[in-house]
């Protein structure tokens, strides 16, 4: 006699109703506590905003995803009055949700927070790059400076794991890619107000939208480039290439006329927001991604929609320089004064960078440690290099100074193993299935090509795209399972964290 069968789905849902319920009435019960006899309108406001937040969290850690990626987009004008250059509002949603989301793994025995951190190589390397910058603390000269630096890491730590442990089906990445787009939208907005001379920072009086005070290189914007909200345009360049090409994406898998028109109007903007930025790194890095996302692209015609397409970004750009004549496109071209500087900058930042990383080739000199050494270094290497600090405007040469060779060797293989993953999946698809994959890509190599002239590793932007990289590669292995074994399901993967 065969025995009864048990749904495995309706066991979990009575396994994590007990503590659900828990977490969701005690936290905020001990939070009316504090209310009751501390009289503090702050936490008052906590109890009110936390309950539902927990309740979604419990319910749906798919959400808080999304909200992190929507605010993010939006910088230090969401920051918060919590600390003296403010909090941002991403910070929080990500810090509180991995918090409760982990608390309730914990309580219910979830075995993906255990076996996901360490079922795959590029997981374990991404902990081992996490632990080298703890270890490395020792060789710093600042501890402050390396404290923060650690901090900035951790936040693109969790960034990646919890987006790994929240996001599980191929639907839900491209939600995640069309918020990234609408939040791109918004912000490519206040650019072009900010190339036409309207800075909403200025307008606020260089305070956030939630009333906090703004950190001091958010306030320094040297004018004639668009700064974006990031207020570098450096950074807001190369997110407007993502932004581009994530656009472009939906284009293609999108057949309604309305969404085109709107993926349209995103790239147009995309466009003017990256040559208002005149950052030369984030053209190359955009003029990468968008070479490599096209080789997978499956389009009739495709060389010549390749020609309009350069054609029309260049006449862009030139309408640009006449109508907009305060902004410093010529640097592109023609580097002249600072725009010319910073190329000698770079080369020398090289020099000095592998000075330093000879004195301590393991381990490196510690978090935040081309800064803290650069006095030490420049006059003896490159006697002409600039005395005023400077960060080393390549991630690589940052992490090889910072983290030594075992640091960078542990970076190089993350990426090595992201790219490698992402490549073989968009090989092995056809038709626009192939495409999702080919973006993550395409913005990945494009970043990181934009990484060896600008930027720092712990850019957050940078992260929730190695962590797409490594959700997609954890969607190939499942559907890869379900081909040998048509009889696995869905249900079944997701409770079983070994198949994934």
């Known amino acids: 006699m065969s025995q009864p069968t048990t749904n495995p789905n309706t066991v979990s849902v009575k396994m994590k109703s007990p503590v659900s319920v828990a977490l969701l009435f005690v936290i905020p019960f001990v939070l009316g506590y504090c209310v009751l006899f501390s009289f503090s309108l702050r936490i008052a406001l906590a109890v009110l905003v936390s309950i539902p937040c927990i309740a979604v969290v419990l319910y749906r850690p798919f959400f808080p995803v999304l909200a992190f990626v929507f605010t993010w987009s939006f910088s230090s004008l969401l920051a918060l009055p919590i600390t003296a250059g403010g909090f941002k509002l991403s910070t929080l949603i990500l810090i509180a949700a ?34 080298i910058s703890l270890i490395s603390i020792l060789n710093g000269r600042n501890l402050e400076g390396s404290l923060v630096q650690v901090q900035r890491f951790a936040y693109c730590v969790i960034i990646y794991f919890f987006l790994l442990l929240c996001v599980k089906e191929t639907s839900e990445v491209k939600k995640i890619i069309f918020v990234f787009v609408g939040a791109g939208f918004i912000v490519s907005l206040f650019g072009m107000a900010e190339g036409m001379g309207w800075d909403v920072y200025s307008r606020l009086n260089n305070r956030s939208l939630l009333g906090s005070s703004l950190p001091l290189t958010t306030m320094i914007r040297p004018g ?54 005149g950052s030369r790194s984030a053209a190359l890095g955009f003029l990468f991604s968008l070479v490599i996302f096209w080789v997978f692209v499956e389009l009739r015609f495709k060389w010549l929609f390749s020609v309009l397409m350069l054609g029309g970004i260049l006449l862009l750009g030139f309408f640009m320089l006449t109508l907009v004549p305060d902004l410093d496109i010529e640097r592109f071209y023609r580097p002249t004064g600072k725009a010319k500087s910073t190329l000698e900058l770079r080369k020398n930042n090289v020099m000095i960078g592998l000075a330093m990383s000879l004195d301590s080739p393991l381990f490196g000199h510690g978090p935040d440690g081309f800064m803290a050494n650069y006095h030490r270094y420049a006059p003896r290497v490159v006697p002409s290099a600039t005395k005023r600090l400077t960060s080393p405007l390549n991630v690589y040469l940052q992490i090889l100074v910072e983290y030594g060779i075992i640091g960078i060797t542990a970076f190089l293989s993350i990426l090595g193993l992201a790219i490698k993953s992402l490549f073989v999946s968009a090989k092995r698809l056809s038709g626009t299935a192939r495409y999702l994959p080919a973006v993550i890509l395409s913005s990945l190599c494009g970043y990181s090509v934009f990484a060896a002239f600008a930027g720092g590793y712990t850019n957050q932007c940078y992260w929730i795209i190695l962590a797409l990289s490594a959700i997609m590669g954890s969607i190939d292995r499942r559907l890869q399972k379900r081909v040998i074994n048509p009889s696995l399901t869905d249900v079944g993967e997701h409770l079983n964290p070994s198949l994934k």
Do not use: E
């Open 224 to 277: 004639s480039r668009i700064h974006g909200l990031a207020a570098d345009a450096d950074f807001h360049g190369m997110y407007m290439a993502v932004v581009f090409v994530f656009s472009l994406y939906l284009f293609f898998v999108h057949s309604s006329k309305g969404l085109r028109l709107f993926y349209s109007v995103v790239m147009l903007l995309s466009v003017i927001n990256i040559v208002g930025a």
């Open 98 to 131: 991995f918090l409760i989301w982990t608390v309730k793994a914990f309580l219910v025995k979830d075995r993906d927070l255990f076996i996901t951190p360490l079922g795959k190589p590029v997981h374990v390397l991404v902990l081992t790059l996490f632990i």
